[in-house]
């Protein structure tokens, strides 16, 4: 539990614990100079080593907190995958995108899995939001989610144990959303307008039902997951198709699997994508 509230410290709590925790330090210093200094004395080396002591358990404490917002890696993972090899509602995989607001979004994956219950992909939440952007099969459909509405998605040929490549586009200003499947697009349905604000928590193969944890076991991701992509606009129809075919394309500017920022939490393991031979 403790290592947990470590990893979703953010830079801003660090500045904040800096004058927290040194705060009580001065104050100790002051405090027992004051009461010595009335009463004629000097401070007492006992209460100097005391304070001392204090702020040195502060330091290493503070030191604990700052490799928490730090221990995330950025690797480039071209030709490798993360597994997701058991249900549980732990595992997942904390992606650290560049910026917070997004007036549009295109999040491109592909996925390898035998499940035929409801399962996520991609979960993108804000403290208001737990659904601000959010990409799952239910109900034998794909649901995309932004800002909490859904829209249904429905007549794919969703096979098992074979590489599905999927994305979802979104735009504030028309509301509209859109899913490519291996390729093939969806009808563009209104779903919501309006920005994604606020401190987001991305995560691969679990759903937030609060910002940054709340999983559920039944909707857990198991499998593969690769190429993950994030763009802050909507990608257009021939860069998803060069996505979908693996040939060249502009890669995420938000998120990019070959520079990706990114840390595992649990069993989840880093493998080589296998190749089948014929």
């Not at 009335?38 to 604990?64: D, E, H, I, N, W």
């Not at 601000?132 to 794919?156: C, M, T």
């Not at 200003?173 to 307008?193: A, E, H």
């Not at 193969?205 to 039944?218: A, K, M």
Request: aromatic content about 14%; overall charge negative; some cysteine.
């Amino acid at each position: 539990m403790w290592m947990d509230m470590i990893h979703f410290i953010t830079l801003k709590d660090v500045y904040f614990l800096n004058i927290y925790y040194f705060l009580p330090y001065f104050t100790c210093i002051v405090s027992n100079f004051s009461l010595s200094h009335s009463a004629g004395l000097s401070v007492p080396l006992f209460y100097v080593m005391l304070c001392f002591t204090f702020l040195q358990q502060m330091k290493l404490l503070l030191f604990l907190m700052v490799m928490g917002t730090v221990s995330a890696e950025i690797q480039d993972l071209s030709g490798k995958v993360f597994t997701f090899p058991r249900e549980t509602d732990t595992a997942h995989v904390r992606l650290n995108p560049i910026k917070q607001d997004y007036n549009a979004v295109t999040v491109c994956h592909r996925s390898f899995t035998d499940l035929k219950r409801d399962h996520t992909f991609f979960s993108l939440a804000t403290p208001f939001d737990t659904s601000a952007f959010l990409i799952l099969w239910q109900n034998q459909e794909i649901d995309p989610h932004v800002k909490s509405e859904r829209v249904e998605y429905g007549g794919w040929d969703y096979k098992p144990n074979m590489w599905h490549s999927i994305c979802t586009t979104w735009d504030s200003v028309t509301g509209l959303v859109q899913i490519w499947f291996d390729g093939l697009p969806s009808i563009r349905r209104f779903i919501i307008s309006g920005s994604i604000t606020g401190t987001v928590k991305a995560i691969l193969g679990q759903d937030q039902d609060t910002h940054g944890g709340g999983f559920d076991i039944h909707q857990s991701f198991v499998g593969m997951l690769t190429d993950v992509h994030i763009w802050d606009y909507t990608l257009s129809p021939c860069e998803i198709r060069h996505y979908t075919e693996e040939m060249h394309f502009t890669t995420g500017n938000v998120l990019n699997w070959s520079a990706l920022d990114f840390e595992i939490i649990d069993n989840v393991l880093i493998e080589n994508r296998f190749q089948i031979c014929h």
